[in-house]
């Protein structure tokens, strides 16, 4: 009797250790079996954002692409066929008894090749390609400046580290919306760009107007607006950088951008 309920405790020990043992298994399978899941999930999600990325990247750089094309026939071909007439008016202006006739016509042809030039170089900033970011910044606030009549100040400060030029090209875009937002929404009276140079680069377009609206941050209305601040936390998406919004200030908004840097060479070294 006593062998019999030995082996019966042996046997019933055995089969719960196979039972835990199998229980551990289907537990350790579970596991991971999720995680595998999990790794698959993020893989696929990962591959997703690339993608996203990739088509966001490509669309803005055609986008670019026909501004930059765009930019050059007004220059070359619509500018070019202005300055031909200029100069046709002057010849005939010089055959005629009273030369200031065509006065009118001569000055309304100079306020359509600057405002020409002007589109042309807000397509495509030549500064930008030809000397980098700064210097296409500033000059941005001085042209803004004079054509709006607003006081638009450039400041920097410390050293401001290599950026690549298609980097260089959405941060310009990004700035120049910010202020284009600031004259055309803001009611402001002053705007402030600021660069500061450090382990990141950081910009910041500050005004005097009535504030900024925070439900344009994620929203694109019927009418257009928020689509120029869906663009620039895009083009801030591709950068790897943040925008942030200061809305809780008494009067006026301030708009940052931080950009972290790729390489450590001075832009100013170029």
């Known amino acids: 009797m006593d062998a019999e309920v030995s082996q019966f405790t042996l046997i019933f020990s055995l089969a719960t250790v196979g039972m835990l043992v199998l229980a551990g298994f289907i537990i350790v399978f579970v596991v991971f079996y999720q995680k595998k899941m999990i790794q698959e999930q993020v893989k696929r999600q990962q591959l997703e954002l690339d993608f996203q990325q990739k088509m966001l990247e490509a669309t803005l750089e055609s986008e670019e692409n026909e501004r930059r094309k765009l930019a050059g026939d007004l220059h070359d071909s619509v500018g070019g066929m202005l300055s031909t007439i200029r100069v046709g008016l002057t010849s005939i202006a010089k055959q005629l ?14 306020d359509t090749l600057t405002s020409v030039r002007r589109i042309s170089l807000d397509l495509m900033p030549s500064t930008l390609e030809k000397f980098g970011l700064l210097p296409a910044l500033k000059e941005i606030c001085e042209r803004f400046q004079a054509a709006s009549l607003i006081p638009v100040t450039f400041s920097e400060e410390g050293e401001v580290q290599f950026i690549e030029t298609k980097s260089e090209l959405k941060i310009f875009r990004i700035v120049q919306e910010l202020i284009n937002n600031a004259i055309k929404h803001a009611q402001a009276s002053t705007i402030e760009v600021k660069v500061i140079g450090g382990d990141q680069l950081t910009i910041s377009v500050e005004d005097d107007g009535i ?21 620039m936390e895009n083009r801030a998406r591709l950068l790897n950088a943040k925008l942030e919004y200061d809305t809780k200030r008494p009067k006026g908004s301030k708009i940052t951008l931080r950009v972290p840097y790729e390489k450590t060479e001075s832009l100013h070294r170029r």
């Open 211 to 231: 504030g900024f609206d925070p439900f344009l941050k994620h929203h694109v209305t019927p009418n257009g607006s928020g689509l120029g601040l869906y663009n």
């Open 97 to 110: 008894p009273d030369p200031k006739i065509i006065d009118q016509s001569k000055q309304m042809l100079d």
